[in-house]
């Protein structure tokens, strides 16, 4: 815990601040590394997939 270069609390700001999720992990310790990586993915995927059909949306809106 000492040795952290990053507190929990700055990377909660920093990710308040920015608008962003925080996700927290140790690729030193192998802690939630796997679990940060599928919710990345995960939010990744579910974005894109709204921004598509967002636009989508936009396209067909123009031609009715």
């Given at each position: 815990?000492?040795?952290?270069?990053?507190?929990?609390?700055e990377?909660?700001?920093?990710?308040?601040?920015?608008?962003?999720?925080?996700?927290?992990?140790s690729?030193?310790?192998?802690?939630?590394?796997?679990?940060?990586?599928?919710?990345?993915?995960?939010?990744?995927?579910?974005?894109?997939?709204?921004?598509?059909?967002?636009?989508?949306?936009?396209?067909?809106?123009?031609?009715?």
């Open positions: 815990e000492n040795e952290r270069a990053v507190t929990r609390e990377g909660l700001a920093l990710a308040q601040e920015h608008k962003c999720f925080f996700l927290e992990c690729a030193k310790n192998r802690e939630n590394v796997r679990q940060c990586f599928e919710d990345l993915t995960l939010k990744v995927f579910y974005f894109r997939k709204s921004y598509i059909l967002f636009n989508c949306h936009l396209v067909s809106a123009m031609f009715q």
